[in-house]
């Protein structure tokens, strides 16, 4: 069979093909009070959004268009967005890129609609605090979380070994992996991962020390001795096989949290963060749980923070900003809605919602709401957002040194002085 | 009819020539260019368009929220005297196009070889081999490229058969660059299939006349087989070469996107794109993409000038 198609038919349907593509901007206006949502997450969190946005367009009518990324293609997708002025109306933020947008109007402050649109009389201050962009509010926290080590129970009952808690310090942890040594469990598990290269764990020693990994000025918070001394501390426990060796600590790469080395099997704990546990329990056939980072001596801590795992911020673009901060409300305030969310992004900042919600959850989801309301004096003040160029020093610099430490292609000495040279001129190119 | 309108009608015909020459042209092209007209549209905004915008900002500063600032220059002078990674990620590309491009034509020429042998079942081996050049590229087939070379994977159970201990192949920075050059080898099908193809075209009297002079089977390979082979050899070293210098989802996939360990996997491509969508930094990335151009022209020209030397055309 032919198909033939005379040039009247053709231009019928050419016709039909524009006519159908002007009406489509004029559909689009006629919803203007469609928001547009973008966040990273998986699609468990795609679930519970869109379990809230469900529950709000029905007590507002505005209808919620929303699409989820992973993190790593999130950031380029937002920025290309904001770059065309097409940002969408609720856009997630983290802490690193906060300060980024802020200044570059990408998101809009949202303090004129404190009290009306946006209500957050009962919010918990620091995590409002932590949204603050030079003393205007920039995101709504969306949940607090801190730092914590992923704790493989199993592995630590199988070696016969007093699992970590709150009060564990590096040298117990030292000495924990000896006995992990001496029982050789699971084709020769270790106690815990390579933390040299984890940024997270050497802000948190670094903030034991009454330092921290960047001022407020966004400098370096500390020197080459200290840096030194870190990789120093992690060059001794490889070589006494109390972390995993260098090879198995470069499987993970900070990618899929299947090739982690607690899911690998490669190791009983890792850092990690609290609002984790509940992903990785996912992955493991064993009973695993959290605990704080080790301390640096007996009684130090100050270590952790609550962390605002992450905001929701209204892109500066939007033409709908007060419909947007609205949305925001009812997210963190409505109990309905912490119910769908439960404490899957963070602890709720709202102690309403999290009365709701607390009776709801799971074992794992109740460890982490515990671990994050009971850091006592683990707990130390929020730091200032990190500079611009602090996920290129993580990605390029301490985690390429932590390796070449590893791999033996440098010293820790000369490690760590290079790593303070390297991320100081990190920092100024960026500035 | 006065002299002003003759001299009007004058100057209309004048006018009349000019335009017929273009409305015959239109007359006798005009389908074409209308149907063109899809390809012209996609060619000029979606291809020529962004190319000019890169060569653009590659000299600015652009980091995709606040407008392109101008930095002459700055990103190549700082491209070539003050980046590591610049040098660190050009080693491991020229690494990576030097040992996987010969490697994988020597391969694809040697299957071609075999295949060309008259066996039965010929297509269906054609199709076997030619399937990893299709798939190659893929995630799934990077993600399968990291479980059979970490330290449990299938390479090392095998090697363990043997009372071999392999290391963590992936993960180690000696041994990474290498699961990536096996990955290029392994798609040997595109050049296998030219070689075919360029077998097939070698006339067959000059083998019969080979075998009555009784020339060894070796013999006739690097007399016969190989001199008349060039002319392909040189197509597929300069498209490999190219798709070489191109790599970027292996290893992006394998390591993560950082290059790990030890950026002995940073590949130009994934510096670039590190530089671009992880750091925004469209400018100094642009200048990156030019420069990757300069290098692959050549590449290719050198290739070209030296063609002359080794590549027989029989005319």
Same mark, same amino acid.
């Given at each position: 069979?032919?198909?033939?198609?005379?040039?009247?038919?053709?231009?019928?349907?050419?016709?039909?093909?524009?006519?159908?593509?002007?009406?489509?901007?004029?559909?689009?206006?006629?919803?203007?009070?469609?928001?547009?949502?973008?966040?990273?997450?998986?699609?468990?969190?795609?679930?519970?959004?869109?379990?809230?946005?469900?529950?709000?367009?029905?007590?507002?009518?505005?209808?919620?268009?929303?699409?989820?990324?992973?993190?790593?293609?999130?950031?380029?997708?937002?920025?290309?967005?904001?770059?065309?002025?097409?940002?969408?109306?609720?856009?997630?933020?983290?802490?690193?890129?906060?300060?980024?947008?802020?200044?570059?109007?990408?998101?809009?402050?949202?303090?004129?609609?404190?009290?009306?649109?946006?209500?957050?009389?009962?919010?918990?201050?620091?995590?409002?605090?932590?949204?603050?962009?030079?003393?205007?509010?920039?995101?709504?926290?969306?949940?607090?979380?801190?730092?914590?080590?992923?704790?493989?129970?199993?592995?630590?009952?199988?070696?016969?070994?007093?699992?970590?808690?709150?009060?564990?310090?590096?040298?117990?942890?030292?000495?924990?992996?000896?006995?992990?040594?001496?029982?050789?469990?699971?084709?020769?598990?270790?106690?815990?991962?390579?933390?040299?290269?984890?940024?997270?764990?050497?802000?948190?020693?670094?903030?034991?020390?009454?330092?921290?990994?960047?001022?407020?000025?966004?400098?370096?918070?500390?020197?080459?001795?200290?840096?030194?001394?870190?990789?120093?501390?992690?060059?001794?426990?490889?070589?006494?096989?109390?972390?995993?060796?260098?090879?198995?600590?470069?499987?993970?790469?900070?990618?899929?949290?299947?090739?982690?080395?607690?899911?690998?099997?490669?190791?009983?704990?890792?850092?990690?963060?609290?609002?984790?546990?509940?992903?990785?329990?996912?992955?493991?056939?064993?009973?695993?749980?959290?605990?704080?980072?080790?301390?640096?001596?007996?009684?130090?801590?100050?270590?952790?923070?609550?962390?605002?795992?992450?905001?929701?911020?209204?892109?500066?673009?939007?033409?709908?900003?007060?419909?947007?901060?609205?949305?925001?409300?009812?997210?963190?305030?409505?109990?309905?809605?912490?119910?769908?969310?439960?404490?899957?992004?963070?602890?709720?900042?709202?102690?309403?919602?999290?009365?709701?919600?607390?009776?709801?959850?799971?074992?794992?989801?109740?460890?982490?709401?515990?671990?994050?309301?009971?850091?006592?004096?683990?707990?130390?003040?929020?730091?200032?957002?990190?500079?611009?160029?602090?996920?290129?020093?993580?990605?390029?610099?301490?985690?390429?040194?932590?390796?070449?430490?590893?791999?033996?292609?440098?010293?820790?000495?000369?490690?760590?002085?290079?790593?303070?040279?390297?991320?100081?001129?990190?920092?100024?190119?960026?500035? | 009819?006065?002299?002003?309108?003759?001299?009007?009608?004058?100057?209309?015909?004048?006018?009349?020539?000019?335009?017929?020459?273009?409305?015959?042209?239109?007359?006798?092209?005009?389908?074409?260019?209308?149907?063109?007209?899809?390809?012209?549209?996609?060619?000029?905004?979606?291809?020529?368009?962004?190319?000019?915008?890169?060569?653009?900002?590659?000299?600015?500063?652009?980091?995709?929220?606040?407008?392109?600032?101008?930095?002459?220059?700055?990103?190549?002078?700082?491209?070539?005297?003050?980046?590591?990674?610049?040098?660190?990620?050009?080693?491991?590309?020229?690494?990576?196009?030097?040992?996987?491009?010969?490697?994988?034509?020597?391969?694809?020429?040697?299957?071609?070889?075999?295949?060309?042998?008259?066996?039965?079942? #010929?297509? &269906? *081996?054609?199709?076997? @081999?030619?399937?990893?050049?299709?798939?190659? +590229? %893929?995630?799934?087939?990077?993600? !399968?490229?990291?479980?059979?070379?970490?330290?449990?994977?299938?390479?090392?159970?095998?090697?363990?058969?043997?009372?071999?201990?392999?290391?963590?192949?992936?993960?180690?920075?000696?041994?990474?660059?290498?699961?990536?050059?096996?990955?290029?080898?392994?798609?040997?099908?595109?050049?296998?299939?030219?070689?075919?193809?360029?077998?097939?075209?070698?006339?067959?009297?000059?083998?019969?006349?080979?075998?009555?002079?009784?020339?060894?089977?070796?013999?006739?390979?690097?007399?016969?087989?190989?001199?008349?082979?060039?002319?392909?050899?040189?197509?597929?070293?300069?498209?490999?070469?190219?798709?070489?210098?191109?790599?970027?989802?292996?290893?992006?996939?394998?390591?993560?996107?950082?290059?790990?360990?030890?950026?002995?996997?940073?590949?130009?491509? #994934?510096? &670039? *794109?590190?530089?671009? @969508?992880?750091?925004?930094?469209?400018?100094? +990335? %642009?200048?990156?993409?030019?420069? !990757?151009?300069?290098?692959?022209?050549?590449?290719?020209?050198?290739?070209?000038?030296?063609?002359?030397?080794?590549?027989?055309?029989?005319?």
């Amino acid at each position: 069979m032919s198909m033939s198609l005379d040039r009247r038919q053709f231009l019928l349907g050419t016709t039909a093909v524009l006519g159908a593509a002007a009406l489509s901007p004029a559909a689009a206006l006629a919803q203007e009070n469609r928001l547009r949502q973008l966040f990273w997450g998986g699609q468990a969190r795609a679930d519970r959004t869109n379990g809230v946005n469900a529950l709000y367009t029905a007590s507002s009518g505005n209808e919620v268009e929303s699409s989820f990324l992973g993190w790593g293609d999130y950031w380029p997708k937002l920025a290309t967005e904001t770059a065309g002025g097409n940002s969408p109306d609720i856009v997630q933020m983290d802490y690193r890129f906060i300060v980024e947008y802020a200044r570059r109007n990408a998101i809009a402050p949202l303090d004129e609609f404190v009290g009306s649109a946006l209500n957050l009389s009962d919010f918990d201050a620091d995590q409002l605090e932590g949204g603050k962009v030079d003393g205007k509010l920039y995101g709504v926290s969306l949940g607090a979380n801190s730092v914590a080590q992923l704790v493989n129970l199993a592995a630590f009952a199988e070696a016969g070994v007093e699992p970590p808690n709150r009060d564990t310090t590096y040298d117990d942890i030292r000495a924990m992996g000896e006995a992990f040594k001496s029982k050789n469990i699971r084709g020769g598990m270790k106690v815990i991962a390579d933390g040299s290269g984890s940024e997270p764990m050497l802000d948190n020693w670094l903030r034991q020390k009454g330092l921290a990994l960047y001022t407020a000025e966004g400098k370096l918070g500390f020197t080459e001795a200290e840096a030194i001394e870190w990789f120093t501390m992690w060059s001794q426990m490889r070589a006494d096989g109390i972390c995993v060796d260098a090879e198995t600590q470069a499987l993970d790469t900070n990618g899929p949290l299947e090739n982690t080395m607690v899911i690998l099997g490669k190791a009983a704990m890792m850092p990690s963060n609290s609002n984790q546990l509940v992903a990785f329990q996912t992955l493991s056939q064993d009973d695993l749980t959290i605990s704080s980072y080790p301390r640096i001596a007996p009684g130090v801590g100050g270590g952790h923070y609550r962390k605002p795992s992450m905001f929701f911020s209204v892109g500066g673009s939007s033409s709908n900003k007060e419909a947007a901060a609205a949305y925001l409300s009812f997210f963190v305030n409505d109990p309905e809605a912490g119910k769908v969310l439960g404490v899957e992004r963070g602890i709720p900042c709202v102690s309403a919602v999290r009365d709701v919600v607390a009776p709801l959850l799971n074992a794992k989801d109740q460890i982490a709401l515990n671990f994050v309301a009971n850091l006592g004096d683990l707990l130390g003040a929020l730091p200032p957002p990190p500079p611009a160029a602090a996920g290129e020093i993580d990605v390029s610099v301490l985690r390429v040194v932590s390796q070449e430490v590893a791999f033996g292609a440098r010293t820790a000495e000369d490690a760590g002085k290079f790593f303070v040279t390297e991320a100081a001129a990190v920092l100024e190119r960026a500035a | 009819m006065t002299a002003q309108s003759i001299s009007a009608s004058a100057r209309n015909k004048g006018g009349a020539v000019g335009s017929t020459f273009w409305s015959r042209a239109w007359e006798n092209h005009a389908p074409g260019y209308l149907f063109l007209l899809p390809w012209f549209i996609g060619f000029f905004g979606l291809t020529i368009g962004p190319i000019i915008t890169s060569l653009y900002l590659s000299f600015t500063h652009f980091d995709l929220l606040t407008a392109p600032r101008w930095a002459g220059l700055d990103n190549y002078i700082r491209m070539f005297t003050n980046d590591r990674n610049f040098v660190a990620s050009m080693r491991v590309t020229m690494f990576f196009v030097i040992f996987s491009v010969p490697l994988k034509l020597a391969f694809a020429l040697g299957v071609a070889l075999l295949l060309n042998r008259g066996m039965r079942g #010929l297509p &269906l *081996y054609r199709a076997l @081999f030619y399937l990893p050049s299709l798939l190659g +590229a %893929s995630v799934a087939i990077a993600i !399968l490229w990291r479980q059979i070379f970490a330290g449990d994977g299938l390479v090392n159970q095998f090697l363990a058969l043997f009372g071999i201990v392999g290391p963590s192949w992936i993960s180690n920075p000696n041994y990474s660059l290498w699961t990536l050059i096996v990955l290029s080898i392994w798609q040997f099908g595109s050049p296998m299939i030219i070689f075919l193809a360029g077998l097939r075209s070698i006339p067959q009297d000059m083998y019969e006349a080979a075998s009555l002079e009784g020339a060894s089977k070796w013999r006739v390979f690097w007399k016969i087989t190989l001199p008349m082979l060039t002319p392909v050899v040189f197509f597929n070293a300069i498209i490999q070469t190219i798709e070489g210098f191109k790599s970027f989802t292996p290893a992006f996939i394998i390591s993560g996107g950082t290059g790990s360990p030890i950026n002995s996997t940073l590949f130009y491509t #994934l510096y &670039l *794109y590190n530089e671009a @969508f992880s750091f925004f930094r469209m400018g100094y +990335a %642009s200048a990156l993409a030019w420069v !990757l151009l300069a290098i692959v022209a050549v590449f290719t020209a050198f290739s070209f000038f030296t063609s002359k030397f080794w590549v027989h055309y029989d005319d």
